[in-house]
């Protein structure tokens, strides 16, 4: 192994260990309300074209880091956008005959009966 390849295993070591406090937090507490889901997409897009393009290079460093870096950001991503999803289908009190689903706009009660009313109860 060269001194290069060494730096590369070295930096890529350290940026991929960072994430895992994240991680580790997110996945045991569930708690996403501080995670920004438009930040971490694009990580997790970046860090898949990294992945990509280390395999067309075959840079080890960059196809080891990237390999687990989609693992924990993707967790975090995939934890953070299903609680907020989770949390848009609820509201804390519907009235009689209301239902929402977590597809559907939450400043808008839908009726059973099909009828929408405009603005939040």
């Given at each position: 192994?060269?001194?290069t390849e060494?730096?590369?295993f070295a930096a890529a070591s350290l940026t991929t260990l960072s994430f895992v406090p994240q991680a580790y937090l997110v996945i045991?507490?569930?708690?996403?309300?501080?995670?920004?889901?438009?930040m971490y997409s694009f990580y997790v897009i970046g860090v898949?074209?990294?992945?990509?393009?280390?395999?067309l290079t075959g840079a080890k460093p960059i196809i080891?880091?990237?390999?687990?870096?989609?693992?924990?950001a993707g967790s975090i991503?995939?934890?953070?956008?299903?609680?907020?999803w989770k949390r848009r289908g609820t509201l804390k009190a519907r009235p009689p005959g209301v239902t929402l689903t977590p597809f559907q706009?939450?400043?808008?009660?839908?009726?059973?009966?099909?009828?929408?009313?405009e603005g939040r109860k």
């Amino acid at each position: 192994m060269t001194q290069t390849e060494i730096i590369g295993f070295a930096a890529a070591s350290l940026t991929t260990l960072s994430f895992v406090p994240q991680a580790y937090l997110v996945i045991r507490t569930k708690r996403t309300s501080g995670i920004s889901l438009l930040m971490y997409s694009f990580y997790v897009i970046g860090v898949s074209l990294w992945l990509t393009y280390g395999i067309l290079t075959g840079a080890k460093p960059i196809i080891a880091s990237n390999s687990v870096t989609i693992v924990l950001a993707g967790s975090i991503l995939f934890i953070a956008a299903s609680e907020r999803w989770k949390r848009r289908g609820t509201l804390k009190a519907r009235p009689p005959g209301v239902t929402l689903t977590p597809f559907q706009n939450p400043d808008i009660i839908y009726y059973q009966d099909g009828g929408l009313k405009e603005g939040r109860k």
